[in-house]
């Protein structure tokens, strides 16, 4: 059985309980990191994963608390002797910039590197990504301050799909790539410019038709407002959790 494990809930600025959001998607021969920020080892680790079995990771968009920790994973796997091919998926935007930052750190200097395989993926609807056994991932771009992709999961052995917004405003891309989810994962920073609110979130999610909406990068800890769960519950009549850190998500 596939599963879904919240690495982090938070919005950009995290709090004690609460990482930045990334999650990691586990199957009986991949498991894919969706985002990599702060030091993801160590939420692997808490997790009960260990990094070195990472297969893939897709990098959503070139934002600082998306992206921050991928140099430091990556570096760590070397350190570690890894050998295995590691495949990273995102947008040209993003994957350039991942290039130029590991080219900062002069990577290519580094012995006996490992492969480590960029996919640049266009910026269009429905774009495939990976397709496995365990998974068949799908994304299409979302309307955020700069190019980003949130993402579509279906399991065949299950049959289940999930959705996963990432950070975006209500878009029809969004929409289209929840509609008749099990699960839709959806941002919840607040109704600003690049980014929804709880009560957007249960609109998207009514509207696809989702059967079950988790709320993700709210803001958290001392910084938190208001009553996400609530609020969406103004606008969705479904099930509404808010994703905590470790949630395990079973598909
Ligand atoms: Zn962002």
Redesign the pocket.
């Known amino acids: 059985m596939s599963k879904v494990i919240i690495l982090g809930s938070s919005n950009a600025i995290p709090t004690r309980d609460h990482e930045n959001t990334h999650m990691v998607i586990v199957g009986n021969d991949r498991m894919v990191l969706v985002d990599s920020v702060s030091n993801p080892i160590l939420r692997l680790e808490q997790a009960g994963l260990d990094f070195n079995d990472l297969t893939d990771i897709i990098v959503t968009?070139f934002?600082p608390?998306?992206v921050s920790g991928l140099p430091l994973l990556l570096m760590d796997m070397w350190l570690m002797g890894r050998q295995k091919p590691l495949n990273i998926y995102g947008l040209h935007y993003t994957l350039d910039r991942v290039e130029g930052m590991m080219g900062f750190y002069n990577w290519s200097a580094w012995p006996n590197f490992f492969p480590v395989v960029f996919y640049r993926l266009p910026a269009s609807e429905m774009t495939p990504v990976l397709n496995c056994d365990d998974f068949i991932i799908h994304a299409s771009p979302v309307n955020?301050?700069i190019p980003?992709i949130g993402l579509r999961i279906e399991f065949p052995q299950s049959a289940k799909k999930m959705a996963y917004s990432c950070?975006t405003e209500p878009c029809g891309e969004v929409l289209r790539l929840s509609t008749d989810v099990d699960v839709l994962i959806h941002e919840a920073t607040g109704d600003e410019p690049g980014h929804s609110s709880a009560v957007q979130a249960g609109e998207i999610a009514k509207q696809a038709k989702a059967k079950k909406l988790y709320l993700i990068h709210y803001p958290t800890g001392r910084f938190a407002n208001g009553d996400p769960v609530a609020e969406a519950q103004t606008t969705f009549p479904g099930e509404i959790i808010l994703a905590k850190d470790f949630m395990s998500l079973e598909f």
């Open positions: 968009h934002h608390d998306h955020h301050m980003n950070d």
